[in-house]
C-alpha cells in the first residue's frame, strides 16, 4: 500500500489544545462539537474523529461489540445537542 502523507504544523495551547487546519476538517467532516479517540502509538499521537460517516461505515461490521454500542450512544449525545 503506497500512502502518500500530508504534513501540517500546529501549535499546543497551554491547556493542551490544538487547532486541526482547515482543509483537514473539511477532509474528514470534522464539524463543531466532534468527538475524536485518541490513540498513543510508537510513532506519537493519533487522532480519529468520531463522524457520522465513520459510524455507518462500521454498522454491521463490528455488531457483536460493545464499541458498537458505544458509537450509538456517541452519536445520539451529539444529535441530542
Known sequence: MNMKVKE???MFSTRGQ???PRHI????GIEEGTRAIVYETPE???MKPVTEKTIKTLYGKYKHLPLMEKL???K???KGR
Open 18 to 20: 490544538v487547532v486541526i
Open 8 to 10: 501540517s504544523t500546529v
Open 44 to 46: 506519537g499521537i493519533m
Open 25 to 28: 476538517r473539511k477532509e474528514f
Open 76 to 78: 445520539k449525545e451529539e
Open 72 to 74: 450509538a450512544e456517541l
